[in-house]
Nanobody
Framework: EVQLVESGGGSVQAGGSLTLSCVAS????????MGWFRQTPGREREGVAA????????TYSNSVKGRFTISRDNVKHILYLQMSTLKSEDTAIYYC?????????????????????WGKGTQVTVSS
């Protein structure tokens, strides 16, 4: 069974940086991509970054492109999200996500329907 545990959230001033980590257990070489999502109260969960675990190709939402970097340690099965130049609108609960084995997403890699496994989330608060 896949289990995802996020850490690294916290409070930071606008313009600052944070790095989130997600320890993934139960993932295999057949887990073709992983992603980071975020959600604020009253809003739908938003995909912000994803990585193809086979090629390393990354995808970002327009809202974070150029400020966030997703990466993965394939040996330790840890997914990272480096966040810089943080803005107050980045305040949210951030979730790590993974699909079931052998699933492909195509161009829908930032769509939550293409993920089956979710962590419990870590809170990021950016104050202006």
């Amino acid at each position: 069974e896949v289990q995802l545990v996020e850490s690294g959230g916290g409070s930071v001033q606008a313009g600052g940086s944070l790095t989130l980590s997600c320890v993934a257990s139960g993932v295999t070489d057949d887990t073709f991509y992983m992603g980071w999502f975020r959600q604020t109260p009253g809003r739908e969960r938003e995909g912000v970054a994803a990585i193809d675990t086979r090629t390393g190709v990354t995808t970002y939402s327009n809202s974070v492109k150029g400020r966030f970097t997703i990466s993965r340690d394939n040996v330790k099965h840890i997914l990272y999200l480096q966040m810089s130049t943080l803005k107050s609108e980045d305040t949210a609960i951030y979730y790590c996500a993974a699909p079931r084995r052998d699933r492909y997403s195509g161009s829908y890699i930032l769509e939550e329907l293409y993920y089956e496994y979710w962590g419990k989330g870590t809170q990021v608060t950016v104050s202006s």
